[in-house]
């Protein structure tokens, strides 16, 4: 799989997007961030059905265009081909990664979580093109009960994994604390409440391309 990974990750939750207008913003929202140059873009739903999945997921695509934009879909392998998306991300207790790359083949990207304070046992024998780690800071859009590892955490698992693995350090990370993780060894931060929750998503974005590169 021939992907640069970019330094910057958006995340999308759908609990930021609005109720009202929910195509109308999703089709803005794509838009604007390709403009802004977003190359790779998750959009996770764990809470609605798969009509409103779908119907997300096919918005995004027509304004984010496959050429331009990678689309990693959260959780679900078996809607990505329905999505026209790129990809999956499956964590501990979804799809085990290999499961995931029988199911897409080896031309679609597949993420998944790599570890935390400690790489888990065999993970870089996965088939999988990246591997979450942390959470590096606490974090109000994902459940989880990991303690956050901070940027020496970051810094150990890159030791760990060696140069070559694609690391995607999350949670909790802002402006101001990205560089030092970068700087740490993550290839690349995935962002969600950072960006998303902002008036302007696609100005924030660039705030952070401009910042990070």
Known sequence: MAFSFPRIYPILDSATIPATGRAEYLQRLGRSLTDAGVTLIEYRNKTGSDAELLADAATLRAAMPAGQVKLILDDRADLVAATGFDG??????????????????PSQIVGTFGGSDALLPGILAEPADYLAIGPVFPTTTKQTDKPPIGVEGVRRLRAQAGPDTVLVAAAGITLATAAAILAAGATT????????????????????????G
Do not use: K
């Open 88 to 105: 999956v991300h499956v964590d501990a207790g979804d799809m085990p990664p290999a499961e995931a790359r029988r199911l897409l083949g």
């Open 189 to 212: 931060v995935a962002v969600s409440a950072a960006i998303f929750r902002a008036d302007d998503p696609a100005a924030e974005f660039r705030r952070w391309l401009q910042q990070l």
